[in-house]
């Protein structure tokens, strides 16, 4: 069981680099809301996996929290990029 | 191992190669319309698999309780908080590649 999560704490982790990138290079502001919106989904899978891994439940209450602040953000951030433009 | 850890290894490593392959579409694709289609599959596919993984390992009510509402809160922010964003991307303009085919909200 440890392997297979190391697997995929490590694809995980390539996933967030490449939406890293994606989040530096991006042309306009809706792709790095995107990109941030996309990063705070993998970080919940992130602290998923890392419970399974330890066994103990303690990131949990943390996925709870990512998935509600994520979505206030994602929220925030388009209604503001649409009165203002790219 | 148990056949509950093979079908949490199974369901962990899928989440986790859906996770890979959502950032390889965001980088690779054209536009932003094109990069939240590949954004928003591991925001709920992926996010489901990985917290059925975990309710495999950690089988207390507690924690199963907490996953059931992590994938509940995500099932109801996700497809909205994708909706506002492409609607705001779209209403900007001037964001779509210039080798889209139709654009079959311009009336």
Request: aromatic share 4%; with cysteine.
């Amino acid at each position: 069981m440890s392997t297979v999560t190391l697997v995929c704490l490590v694809l995980v982790s390539i996933g967030a680099l490449l939406t890293t990138v994606r989040l530096v290079i991006g042309p306009s502001v809706a792709d790095r809301v995107v990109a941030t919106d996309l990063l705070l989904t993998l970080l919940t899978m992130g602290a998923g996996i890392l419970s399974a891994r330890t066994g103990t439940g303690t990131y949990l209450i943390v996925m709870v929290v990512i998935a509600v602040l994520g979505f206030l953000g994602t929220a925030m951030v388009a209604r503001f990029i649409e009165g203002r433009g790219p | 191992m148990t056949a509950l850890e093979v079908l949490a290894a199974v369901c962990l490593l899928l989440g986790s190669g859906l996770a890979l392959l959502s950032g390889v579409g965001i980088v690779r694709l054209p536009d932003v319309f094109a990069r939240m289609h590949a954004a928003t599959k591991p925001a709920t596919l992926g996010l489901v698999l990985v917290c059925i993984g975990v309710a495999c390992v950690d089988t207390s009510l507690a924690d199963i309780t907490k996953l059931v509402l992590v994938v509940v809160l995500q099932f109801l922010t996700a497809p909205v908080g994708a909706h506002m964003v492409g609607r705001a991307s779209y209403r900007i303009g001037g964001l779509l590649d210039p080798d889209t085919v139709i654009d079959e909200s311009d009336v």
